[in-house]
């Protein structure tokens, strides 16, 4: 869980009581609706609990730095106290930053304000942008507001995103295909700037350990998971254990490494020496948390990680080809990949039929490509996400779409996706610099994918 740093800011000589009020109000909103472990000053700590001045900030980041926060929400409880809220900035510039102002009472019965939230979040927003720290900012609520929730899950899950993102670390099981220059990546740049690392895993490793395993009780396990789940009858015992043990030594790589996921050389060695292709166990991989890209696609990698943590880790994404546009419908195109889907995506009332690869089936035999698994996806809207490294900078393309059906039986893992103008995507796919794979998530995740860009500081390319 993420753990959240919260900094109740109050101004003498604004009303204290009203202040404390907001903070405990803020708080209790927080814990009961947006899913992360809230650290703030108590009463033992500071006045109240609430941060007034530079000692009040001195001990609110020894606090945090003790907890080890991973992200920062600022709140002007009253006017706010500018100066002790930028030492805490400061002190944390390195992770996500929100900042929001409170909603005003009623006048004193003198005519007085107990509070003036809005002109003090401006003092704090104006030295934070001195400071060039980036930051997020939401309004101006009453703590138990719908938009103020909706606002800090939003930020949680993008700050969350952020955290796994930042110094992630990508496995590469082999080198790209020599044909697909357009997965090669810049290594020392995503050092620089994401402090992130590519970790080898040779082919030779693999077919070693592949090779050498003997019986293991897990790949049984593993078989029989398949075996329960997918339509197995057009691929033999030998290709199902390969299968089984390519997963479990994945698998096993990814957990001892700690890897957010594997761009995997999908062909043609795997087929030629281990004797199967790997899309069903990357969709399986998928399933289990370990992003799986094809192709060694290590940003692409990167992209399906962003997508799952911001869902809170509750959906998967299908790694997917940008294809055809429909025959008929307009506006309409079709996401696909040779099976690699996570079977939590099969359209209902359907059972995943495991084939032989669609298109390297003939070139490399039957016998020695079976391992894809070939399915309709599920409805919904969905939100597709692409990462690129262009011009010396990052930036991830973001569009949104819904699902289309079709009732014909079609080859790999598939769905047609409807978006607001097909034109404007293609051409910005290829003006912008974004290759042919992409990350496809159902649900809405345009805004918070948006805020993720702002915080790594990646330009967000929305279409």
């Known amino acids: 869980m993420l753990k959240l740093g919260f900094v109740p800011s109050h101004r003498v000589p604004f009303d204290m009581d009203w202040a404390k009020d907001m903070r405990d109000r803020t708080i209790r909103s927080i814990r009961e609706n947006c899913g992360a472990e809230l650290i703030c000053p108590d009463e033992a700590l500071t006045k109240k609990g609430l941060v007034s001045d530079e000692q009040d900030a001195k001990k609110t980041i020894a606090l945090f730095k003790k907890n080890d926060i991973d992200a920062l929400i600022i709140g002007t409880m009253t006017f706010g106290e500018e100066l002790p809220n930028l030492i805490i900035a400061e002190a944390f510039s390195n992770i996500p930053i929100h900042l929001f102002g409170t909603k005003e009472g009623p006048f004193t019965s003198d ?19 001195r400071r060039n720290i980036i930051f997020d900012f939401s309004g101006i609520f009453f703590p138990e507001e719908e938009e103020f929730i909706e606002a800090v899950t939003r ?12 110094g992630a670390k990508v496995g590469t099981v082999g080198p790209r295909p020599a044909p697909f220059e357009t997965c090669a990546v810049n290594e020392v740049k995503m050092i620089q700037d994401f402090r992130q690392k590519i970790v080898p895993i040779t082919l030779l490793k693999l077919y070693s350990d592949i090779k050498g395993s003997g019986q293991i009780k897990e790949v049984e396990d593993i078989a029989g998971q398949i075996e329960n789940d997918y339509d197995l009858t057009k691929i033999d015992k030998k290709s199902l254990l390969n299968m089984a043990r390519l997963e479990y030594f994945l698998e096993k790589y990814a957990k001892d490494l700690g890897l957010a996921g594997l761009g995997i050389q999908c062909w043609t060695a795997m087929q030629e020496e281990i ?39 509750k959906e998967v994404p299908h790694f997917i080809d940008w294809t055809i546009a429909h025959q008929e419908k307009e506006n309409t195109f079709f996401a696909w990949h040779c099976g690699n889907a996570p079977i939590s995506l099969c359209r209902e009332g359907a059972r995943p039929l495991v084939e032989s690869h669609s298109v390297l089936g003939e ?27 262009t011009g010396g900078g990052f930036k991830m393309l973001i569009a949104k779409g819904r699902t289309i059906s079709d009732s014909r039986k079609l080859r790999g893992s598939w769905k047609w996706i409807e978006v607001e ?27 918070e994918a948006k805020l993720f860009c702002k915080l790594a ?5 929305e279409i």
């Open 155 to 166: 930020f949680i899950n993008s700050s969350a995103a952020y955290k796994g993102f930042m």
């Open 457 to 461: 500081g990646i330009e967000a390319v």
């Open 275 to 313: 004797g199967v292709s790997p899309c069903l166990v990357m969709g399986r991989l998928t399933d289990k948390g370990i992003m799986c890209a094809c192709e060694v696609d290590v940003h692409g990698v990167l992209t399906m990680a962003v997508q799952y943590n911001l869902s809170e880790k």
């Open 421 to 447: 103008d097909l034109d404007l995507l293609y051409r910005t796919i290829i003006e912008e610099g974004f290759i042919h794979h992409a990350s496809m998530i159902f649900g809405d995740q345009t805004r």
């Open 363 to 389: 070139m490399l035999g039957t016998d020695k490509s079976g391992g894809t698994a070939e399915f309709e996806l599920k409805e919904g809207d969905v939100t597709l996400c692409r990462l690129a490294e």
């Open 111 to 129: 005519g007085n304000r107990r509070s003036d939230s809005f002109c003090g979040t401006i003092s704090t927003a104006a030295g934070l942008n």
